[in-house]
């Protein structure tokens, strides 16, 4: 059974604080993924990560950065947060095999409130 | 790019009706679709993927079809219950690492 986990279900921070988001997969996954959901806007890409040490822009990454160091694990960083980074953050992870990939999953979501 | 269409954004039907959820997208190259549910304040639990050689996929009640060359999917929930009720959206896969989500049909099973 596929297991992606993130480290807290609910976080609340205060403006201008460091925030450390982390997700934990356990099926060797190549391909990791963070998103921001917001209501009325779906689900946005914020960053992404191919490999270890490899990382790539998707559509929202200003004002985040990420950090891969093991294959398994995948951190969302917010620098400073400010109160429009409130939202639910999901992660998820995808396998490839040759040039295709695989079903993704995701994690349980980080509700994170930013006062 | 591609674009993922999501049509009802959302849909209410009485309980034991049989229902079918549409996702159309604008580039049949696609390598699989993907179907996921999301309950409110929840992650996406994965429900049904099809390879882009596959014309449908089972699990359950749950049956989802594809028609690349038409660029549509569909997911077919067989007698319906109130706990089906739930935000469901589809997602592309292409050549590219990462999906390419619809905004979601939210149904509503009514009791």
């Known amino acids: 059974d596929v297991k992606v986990t993130q480290s807290s279900r609910y976080l609340v921070k205060r403006t201008g604080e460091k925030v450390f988001l982390e997700c934990v997969q356990d099926?060797?996954?190549?391909?990791m993924f963070w998103y921001r959901q917001d209501p009325g806007l779906g689900l946005r890409l914020i960053y992404f990560?191919?490999?270890?040490?490899?990382?790539e822009k998707g559509d929202i990454p200003e004002g985040y950065s990420v950090s891969r160091e093991k294959k398994e694990r995948f951190s969302l960083i917010l620098e400073s947060a400010s109160t429009n980074q409130t939202s639910m953050y999901l992660c998820?992870?995808?396998?490839?095999?040759?040039?295709?990939?695989?079903?993704?999953?995701f994690g349980p979501g980080t509700r994170l409130t930013v006062l | 790019k591609q674009e993922v269409t999501q049509i009802p954004a959302a849909l209410s039907v009485p309980e034991g009706e049989n229902l079918v959820l549409n996702c159309s997208f604008t580039d049949s190259a696609i390598y699989n679709l993907q179907w996921f549910r999301q309950d409110p304040g929840k992650g996406l639990t994965s429900l049904l993927l099809?390879?882009?050689?596959?014309r449908e996929q089972t699990s359950g009640r749950l049956n989802a079809s594809l028609d690349k060359s038409s660029g549509r999917s569909t997911l077919y929930i067989a007698a319906s219950q109130p706990g089906d009720s739930a935000t469901y959206l589809c997602a592309v896969g292409g050549s590219a690492r990462q999906l390419t989500f619809g905004s979601g049909t939210q149904l509503t099973v009514l009791p």
């Open positions: 099926m060797d996954h190549e391909n």
């Open positions: 998820a992870s995808r396998g490839e095999v040759g040039s295709s990939y695989n079903e993704q999953f």
């Open positions: 099809i390879q882009s050689s596959q």
């Open positions: 990560s191919y490999d270890v040490k490899m990382k």
